[in-house]
T-cell receptor, first 112, second 114 residues
Framework: GENVEQHPSTLSVQEGDSAVIKCTYSDSASNYFPWYKQELGKRPQLIIDIRSNVGEKKDQRIAVTLNKTAKHFSLHITETQPEDSAVYFCAASSGGGNKLTFGTGTQLKVEL | NAGVTQTPKFQVLKTGQSMTLQCAQDMNHEYMSWYRQDPGMGLRLIHYSVGAGITDQGEVPNGYNVSRSTTEDFPLRLLSAAPSQTSVYFC?????????????FGPGTRLTVT
């Protein structure tokens, strides 16, 4: 089955700096890669996703890049703000709409 | 729309007891899933369903049963609770838009097995 590795497990940045979280996947058939944000005690919420036929996608301060050859994808957050502090999860799917395999999460802390 | 709802929010069980975690969605989504979340391990898929009457196992199905008699409901049954099942359980529903599947999560059920 699919295996998703996520790094780093914790990330601390100064407000206004950029943050990058990286994930690798094992199943070359995976074609959908969402990123979820989870605040403490809350449910995960989708923040951005990318399909396998796209190399990069941007939504305001958030961007995701995908390298299918290397089987890795990354989340980039620019101009970080304190409200970006949360746990971020990457995931991969090989086509089953609800068969997501998640990474182990990155605790992002944005310091003032 | 209420979205995805889960009950109960918290539950404490003794080893060997059984119980059902309830999940319902009012978005007419075809897909529903159950995940468990443990510290440092992300979310792991327990069981999923692609439509009423159709269920399948995920990554960690042992000790859990599901059924899907309607589009709206997808209950998760713990047959004989064990301390290893102490976790936060999330139900999710999704629909397909091409190969894009946005999963909507419920608020979670925090389960402790003593």
């Amino acid at each position: 089955g699919e295996n998703v590795e996520q790094h780093p497990s914790t990330l601390s940045v100064q407000e206004g700096d950029s943050a990058v979280i990286k994930c690798t996947y094992s199943d070359s058939a995976s074609n959908y890669f969402p990123w979820y944000k989870q605040e403490l005690g809350k449910r995960p919420q989708l923040i951005i996703d990318i399909r396998s036929n796209v190399g990069e996608k941007k939504d305001q301060r958030i961007a995701v890049t995908l390298n299918k050859t290397a089987k890795h994808f990354s989340l980039h957050i620019t101009e970080t703000q304190p409200e970006d502090s949360a746990v971020y999860f990457c995931a991969a799917s090989s086509g089953g709409g609800n068969k997501l395999t998640f990474g182990t999460g990155t605790q992002l802390k944005v310091e003032l | 729309n209420a979205g995805v709802t889960q009950t109960p929010k918290f539950q404490v069980l003794k080893t060997g007891q059984s119980m059902t975690l309830q999940c319902a969605q009012d978005m007419n989504h075809e897909y529903m899933s159950w995940y468990r979340q443990d510290p440092g391990m992300g979310l792991r898929l327990i069981h999923y369903s692609v439509g009423a009457g159709i269920t399948d196992q995920g990554e960690v199905p042992n000790g859990y049963n599901v059924s899907r008699s309607t589009t709206e409901d997808f209950p998760l049954r713990l047959l004989s609770a064990a301390p290893s099942q102490t976790s936060v359980y999330f139900c999710a529903s999704s629909y397909s838009k091409g190969i894009r599947y946005e999963q909507y999560f419920g608020p979670g059920t925090r389960l402790t097995v003593t």
